[in-house]
C-alpha cells in the first residue's frame, strides 16, 4: 500500500470516527431530554394555571351575583312587606331596587360568560395533557432502542479509534504530521486525482505530479491547494 494510501485510509476513518461521535451525540441527547416534550410539558403547567385563574374569577362573579340577589330579595320583602309608610321612602326603595337588578343582570351575563370560559379553558388543559401523555408514552417506548444503539455505536466508535491507531502507526511519522496539519484547516485533505485536475481543488494537475501519484513514489501535493493527492 503506498503512502498516501495510508493516509487516505486514515482520513477515510477520522471521517467515520467524527460521524459516529455526532450520531452518539445526538442519542446521549435524546436520552438526555425531550425538547417537545418539554414544550408541552410548559404548555399544559400554563393551560393549568389558567384553567385555575379562570375558576377563581368565574367563583368571584357567582358570588357578586349571588350576594346581589340576596340584597334584592331582603329589600323586595321590605318594599312589600307593609312596614314602610313614608312615600318618599317607597319611592328611594324602588329606585335602590331598579339599581340593583340593573347591576344583577350585568353581574349574572359576566358569571355565565365566565363559566363558558371555564369549560373552554377545561378543554384546552384535557388536549394539552392528551398530548403531553401520547408523547411520554412515545418517549417511554423509544428509551429501550435509543439506549440499544448507543451501545452500538459506542462499540463502534471503539473500534474505529483502534483501526486509526494501526493505520496511524503504519504512516511515517512525517506523512502523519503532514496529513494532520492539512487537516486542521481543509477537509479533505487526501483527495484523488479526477482527470488531469485535483479531485479538492479541480484545478489541473502537471503530467509528472500525475505520475508520481500513480507510482505511489513519495508524497505528492496539489501545487494549488496543498492536498495530498492520492491514486
Not at 29 to 40: F, K, N, Q
Not at 79 to 101: C, F, K, T
Not at 114 to 135: F, I, Y
Not at 197 to 223: F, K, Y
Request: charged share 30%.
Amino acid at each position: 500500500m503506498s503512502r498516501a494510501s495510508v493516509l487516505l485510509r486514515l482520513q477515510q476513518t477520522d471521517d467515520h470516527i467524527a460521524q459516529l461521535q455526532s450520531e452518539i451525540a445526538g442519542v446521549e441527547s435524546a436520552l438526555r431530554g425531550d425538547a417537545e416534550l418539554d414544550r408541552l410539558r410548559t404548555a399544559e403547567s400554563a393551560a393549568q394555571e389558567s384553567h385555575r385563574d379562570i375558576g377563581t374569577g368565574a367563583g368571584i362573579a357567582e358570588l357578586e351575583a349571588a350576594s346581589l340577589q340576596t340584597r334584592i330579595r331582603e329589600m323586595d320583602r321590605r318594599l312589600y312587606s307593609g312596614s314602610i309608610h313614608n312615600p318618599a321612602e317607597l319611592m328611594e326603595l324602588q329606585r335602590e331596587l331598579d339599581v340593583l337588578r340593573v347591576k344583577l343582570a350585568v353581574a349574572e351575563d359576566d358569571a355565565l360568560a365566565r363559566m363558558e370560559q371555564v369549560d373552554a379553558a377545561k378543554l384546552t388543559l384535557r388536549d394539552v395533557s392528551a398530548l403531553v401523555a401520547a408523547r411520554e408514552a412515545q418517549r417511554a417506548s423509544a428509551m429501550g432502542p435509543l439506549r440499544a444503539r448507543l451501545d452500538t455505536l459506542t462499540e463502534q466508535l471503539a473500534a474505529s479509534n483502534a483501526d486509526r491507531v494501526a493505520l496511524a502507526a503504519e504512516a511515517e511519522r512525517a506523512d502523519l504530521s503532514l496529513y494532520e496539519r492539512i487537516t486542521s484547516h481543509r477537509r479533505p485533505a487526501v483527495t484523488g486525482v479526477v482527470g488531469e485536475s485535483c479531485g479538492g481543488c479541480r484545478m489541473p494537475i502537471s503530467n509528472e505530479e500525475r505520475r508520481a501519484v500513480r507510482t505511489g513514489t513519495g508524497l505528492t501535493q496539489c501545487a494549488n491547494c496543498d492536498r495530498i493527492l492520492a491514486p
